[in-house]
């Protein structure tokens, strides 16, 4: 079965300082992977996805993620947070061939300081 | 607009009293899903359905219940709510459910507070 970790409940930065927030999956078989962010009182929405093309995934708003096999990792990076980025993000996973029921992370809070 | 809507938004009840949540797309998706989120466990499913009339448990299915007769809807009924029912609810949908490949379209969110 394949299961998602998402390193840190809270990263805090300040603005203009680099985004990084840690997802590492377990799957028996190479994973599809996506990066949601929920902004408050609002429901999830697609960042970005990686379904085994380019290892290097563009999103919305200047997210990238990078697809690493070998560290069993899908980390989401910014160069720059803006304050408009707080919200909550979820790494999830499905297994390519596989009906579609992703398995979410239990999410990381990205709080942004002025 | 394409979205996924949940109905009510807010809702404070009692131990108890049944009531449902209703959730609609108008994308004609054939996946939908629900879900229901709580502080420092993420998101957890509740129950999901592939098509029409095909629903299935997800995780944790305890005390609820669903049906899917029209593709659009898919409501998740609590026939003796609990105030471990207390929860943050989202429906989900996606084109299929047969290919992991595609996005997950989420509601707005239904806040539930059962006393």
């Known amino acids: 079965a394949q299961s998602v970790t998402q390193l840190g409940s809270h990263v805090s930065v300040s603005e203009g300082a680099l985004v990084l927030l840690r997802c590492n999956y377990s799957?028996?078989?190479?994973?599809?992977l996506f990066w949601y962010v929920q902004y408050p009182n609002q429901g999830l929405q697609l960042l970005l996805k990686y379904t085994s093309a380019a290892t290097l995934v563009k999103g919305i708003n200047g997210f990238e993620a990078e697809f690493k096999k070998s560290e069993t990792s899908f980390h989401l990076t910014k160069p720059s947070a803006h304050m408009s980025d707080a919200a909550e993000y979820f790494c999830?996973?499905?297994?390519?061939?596989?009906?579609?029921?992703?398995?979410f992370g239990r999410g990381t809070s990205l709080i942004v300081h002025p | 607009e394409a979205q996924v809507t949940q109905n009510p938004r807010y809702l404070i009840t009692v131990t108890g009293k049944k009531l449902t949540v209703t959730c609609s797309q108008n994308m004609n998706h054939e996946y939908m899903s629900w879900y229901r989120q709580d502080p420092g466990l993420g998101l957890r499913q509740i129950y999901y359905?592939?098509?029409?009339?095909?629903?299935d448990k997800g995780d944790v299915p305890e005390g609820y219940k669903v049906s899917r007769k029209e593709k659009r809807n898919f409501p998740l009924i609590l026939e003796s709510p609990s105030p471990n029912q207390t929860s943050l609810y989202f429906c989900?949908?996606?084109?299929?459910?047969?290919?992991?490949?595609?996005?997950?379209?989420f509601g707005e969110g239904s806040r539930l507070t059962v006393l």
């Open positions: 999830a996973v499905t297994r390519p061939g596989g009906s579609y029921i992703p398995t």
């Open positions: 989900a949908s996606s084109l299929s459910g047969l290919v992991g490949t595609g996005e997950l379209f």
């Open positions: 359905s592939m098509n029409v009339e095909v629903t």
């Open positions: 799957s028996s078989v190479p994973p599809y």
